[in-house]
């Protein structure tokens, strides 16, 4: 659209410039004498010029505003498809966020004499993952890790894969939501703390106004799941 719309200006500036052209041409032979018929005639065809190049001109500028309207659609297309883009990367955390939220320190313990250490596993993690989210944690992290929808968190010997690296305790765990309802899904009596404390594990649950959550920084590849083709 933008590249007619050029065609068009050069088109009528052209035609408008071999007017006035031709406009100079009949003043300049008015100028040198000529008989009375013909400086009527000339009279009326310089008056009709004036008219096409007002003509002209209007289209010009009519052409133009087409052009900055065209600019101006096409410039907030641009800024709604950004928008849109910044929205997905938000929500697919591929963006750095922060907020109130709670913080989370998990540790192990010598556990009492005559019974064996105990090491927090991947399952412990899992626990306290599905707890924030089930009380409404928008956006979680181990250690730096941002957690995903396909994220792992996987044992490794006396270690805790998540998102392909290597983690060791003790183990902070940042969450952003409501600080309350966080804090208080996780130490209800009889809840997640308890069944760590029991287990020997030390767990530390702090509120907080501003919770930084970093983005998730690994590869995001999908190897067998394909768009669905719509019929």
Known sequence: MKKS?????AIVSLILGLLISFQVRTNSSIAGGIPT?????????KKQVET?????EEEIGDLTA???????GRTEAADVLESELDKIKLYAGLTPVAGPGVEIVMDNTP??????????????????????RGAGAEAISINGQRILATSE?????NHINVNLTRLSPPYRITAIGN????KSSLEIKGGLVEYLAANGTKVQVQQSDNVQ???????????????VQRG
């Open 5 to 9: 719309i050029y065609i068009s200006i």
């Open 66 to 72: 087409k052009i900055e309207e065209a600019r101006k």
């Open 179 to 182: 600080p309350g309802t966080l």
């Open 213 to 227: 959550v970093p983005a998730y920084s690994g590869p995001l590849r999908f190897d067998y799941a394909k768009h």
């Open 153 to 157: 968190v996987r044992q490794a010997g």
């Open 52 to 56: 096409d190049i007002n003509h002209l």
């Open 37 to 45: 018929e013909r400086y009527q005639e000339l009279t009326i065809e």
């Open 111 to 132: 556990a009492p004499a005559g019974a064996g250490f105990y090491n927090i596993r991947d399952d412990d993690l899992l626990k306290v993952i599905n707890d924030l």
